[in-house]
T-cell receptor, first 114, second 111 residues
Framework: DTEVTQTPKHLVMGMTNKKSLKCEQH?????MYWYKQKAKKPPELMFV???????INESVPSRFSPECPNSSLLNLHLHALQPEDSALYLC?????????????FGDGTRLSIL | LAKTTQPISMDSYEGQEVNITCSHN???????ITWYQQFPSQGPRFIIQ???TKVTNEVASLFIPADRKSSTLSLPRVSLSDTAVYYC????????????FGTGTRLTVIP
């Protein structure tokens, strides 16, 4: 069981679609993260929100748009994605924004771009 | 960018101790080294974290030499359920906001 919940678990979308990934935690954590993980590769950091403010954007293309509506929720809005964006998208949270604090991960959304 | 490297894979028999090393030559001076375990179709799970010398918890030990350019995760008496991918995570000081997972080590425990 994970304390970070991601929905949907699987998503298939075309390159012209707009969709959103959602992440929720109720541990009172104030930092939330998005990672991208390709098969047999380590997770790669995309975005970090600290106290609901975007603190890190690792040069991610603008077709990925993060949003943090409140301290418990994190969204990743997707638009005009490319086939190479197919991957497992992981959300994580930590108590504060210290980047090497232990992170709690969700089980991810597996995204397939047709 | 500096690399955080690990052996690609390791095999071990049940009941043995397993040591997995991560090399991180440009680790930031003041940040921790963290290890995670990942099973297929799941997110990584925190195992242990340390800054220097040795840290031990109920599932693992972490050994960090004085120069902090590497770290070794030690799993005592592994079981079949320890078959997973193990990652180290460090903050690299060579650029801004460089939080890197290691390349990952796929541990297979054999009965």
């Amino acid at each position: 069981d994970t304390e970070v919940t991601q929905t949907p678990k699987h998503l298939v979308m075309g390159m012209t679609n707009k969709k959103s990934l959602k992440c929720e935690q109720h541990m009172g954590h104030r930092a939330m993260y998005w990672y991208k993980q390709k098969a047999k590769k380590p997770p790669e950091l995309m975005f970090v929100y600290s106290y609901e403010k975007l603190s890190i954007n690792e040069s991610v293309p603008s077709r990925f748009s993060p949003e943090c509506p409140n301290s418990s929720l994190l969204n990743l809005h997707l638009h005009a994605l490319q086939p190479e964006d197919s991957a497992l998208y992981l959300c994580a949270s930590s108590p504060t924004g210290g980047l090497t604090q232990p992170q709690h991960f969700g089980d991810g959304t597996r995204l397939s771009i047709l | 960018l500096a690399k955080t490297t690990q052996p690609i894979s390791m095999d071990s028999y049940e009941g043995q101790e397993v040591n997995i090393t991560c090399s991180h030559n440009n680790i930031a001076t003041n940040d921790y080294i963290t290890w995670y375990q990942q099973f297929p179709s799941q997110g990584p799970r925190f195992i242990i974290q340390g800054y220097k010398t040795k840290v031990t918890n109920e599932v693992a030990s972490l050994f960090i030499p004085a120069d902090r350019k590497s770290s070794t995760l030690s799993l005592p008496r592994v079981s079949l359920s320890d078959t997973a991918v193990y990652y180290c995570l460090v903050f690299d000081q060579t650029g801004a906001n460089n939080l890197f997972f290691g390349t990952g080590t796929r541990l297979t425990v054999i009965p």
